[in-house]
């Protein structure tokens, strides 16, 4: 298949970007992304990049996990309701997708890394990759070992073991104080987006300094069109445009019931493709409240197996003795930055299973 032809931001509709906005942003005010070389990139900014390439490539399959609720679940998983109902959300995205994208975010070092997951219907994994454009970043790697150990763990055979970590799937160096770790989730997600629409097995060349501009451009397009919006909401009037997922051009009497006011419209990375405007128990505070003790309960259900899953696979001899446990975060909610420029001292890697 040729290779995809990439749409002018300039001609995105009114209706998309508003989709957009509360897809990356919620109800949070967005802000314009630095251009220039040397600046972190948030969290928001993988929510954008994400939203950015959907529009453009359109891949329901394709999923990009919250980065906040990754962190979580991978220090607090089987610790705390909180980390529970964070590791249930991603494994609800894996059934949901046929590929996801988990943000591996780790404080010291400020620094991004990325698991790429391949799963079947009933969320089981079928393959893994690890994206990491620095070297020796051996925190994240701690940190992506034990989400995975928690997502490939059969609670009903543990025998059959837990998956190491694999090497960093290509060999790309983020230049000396780019600060671009964050746009390995560009390449990872754009790759496998081309690999989905088979035009290749090698994927997107990474290109960190255009996508910067790249994304400084869309952030600046919907900052403005959150501006109109929120105007549009001060003045109480009934909302003039209808919601509509990225990519539908035709927005025709289907989506009258999407003309809504910026803080009744939801819809997140799990629920995206869906044309409610309800959101998902992930997004909408009134369903996250409601099915509130269901996943706590399921949550609780899933630890407990997990944690005698585990026991299990220490007494076969199956996971090796824990040598360094990645330090609990200091901030794992709220915006996330990372660079990746810092050298930390080299610690083991042979953490493969979480503290139980």
């Given at each position: 298949m040729e290779a995809k032809t990439f749409k002018s931001i300039a001609t995105m509709t009114k209706n998309e970007k508003r989709f957009c906005i509360k897809a990356a942003w919620g109800n949070n005010v967005g802000y314009a992304l630095q251009g220039?070389?040397?600046?972190?990139?948030?969290?928001?900014?993988?929510?954008?990049?994400?939203?950015?390439?959907?529009?453009?490539?359109?891949?329901?399959?394709?999923?990009?996990?919250?980065?906040?609720?990754?962190?979580?679940?991978?220090?607090?998983?089987?610790?705390?309701?909180?980390?529970?109902?964070?590791l249930q959300e991603v494994k609800d995205m894996l059934v949901q997708k046929k590929v996801l994208i988990c943000p591996i975010h780790c404080d010291e070092?400020?620094?991004?890394?990325?698991?790429?997951?391949?799963?079947?219907?009933?969320?089981?994994?079928?393959?893994?990759?690890?994206?990491?454009?620095?070297?020796?970043?051996?925190?994240?790697?701690?940190?992506?070992q034990q989400l995975l150990n928690m997502l490939v763990l059969d609670p009903m055979d543990p025998a059959k073991g837990l998956w190491k970590l694999p090497k960093a799937w290509n060999c790309y160096r983020q230049r000396p104080a780019s600060n671009d770790c964050g746009f390995a989730v560009w390449w990872a997600m754009e790759t496998v987006m081309k690999q989905m629409r088979l035009e290749c097995d090698i994927g997107a060349y990474p290109k960190?300094?255009?996508?910067?501009?790249?994304?400084q451009t869309f952030a600046t397009s919907l900052q403005k069109e959150q501006g109109d919006w929120l105007v549009e909401d001060g003045k109480g009037g009934k909302p003039k445009v209808a919601i509509c997922i990225p990519?539908?051009?035709?927005?025709?009497?289907?989506?009258?019931?999407?003309r809504m006011a910026r803080k009744q419209f939801f819809t997140c990375s799990s629920c995206r493709w869906s044309?409610?405007?309800?959101?998902?128990?992930?997004?909408?505070?009134?369903?996250?409240?409601?099915l509130y003790e269901v996943k706590?309960?399921?949550s609780r259900e899933l630890a407990a197996a997990l944690k005698k899953a585990l026991t299990t696979c220490i007494s076969l001899g199956l996971v090796p003795e824990v040598?360094?446990?990645?330090?609990?975060?200091?901030?794992?909610?709220?915006?996330?930055?990372?660079?990746?420029?810092?050298?930390?001292?080299a610690k083991g890697i042979d953490m493969l299973c979480n503290n139980i």
């Open positions: 220039t070389p040397g600046t972190m990139l948030a969290d928001e900014d993988l929510y954008l990049i994400d939203q950015y390439l959907q529009w453009q490539y359109m891949q329901p399959g394709i999923g990009l996990a919250s980065a906040s609720g990754v962190k979580v679940a991978a220090h607090f998983g089987l610790a705390n309701e909180d980390g529970m109902i964070a070092p400020l620094h991004w890394t990325f698991l790429v997951l391949w799963s079947d219907e009933a969320g089981r994994i079928l393959d893994v990759k690890y994206v990491d454009w620095c070297i020796n970043m051996k925190p994240n790697a701690q940190i992506a960190p300094v255009e996508w910067r501009k790249t994304l990519g539908e051009k035709k927005v025709g009497k289907e989506w009258d019931h999407l044309q409610t405007g309800e959101g998902c128990c992930y997004c909408n505070p009134a369903k996250h409240a409601k706590c309960r399921k040598v360094d446990e990645p330090s609990a975060p200091s901030a794992p909610i709220g915006k996330l930055n990372g660079g990746g420029d810092d050298k930390p001292e």
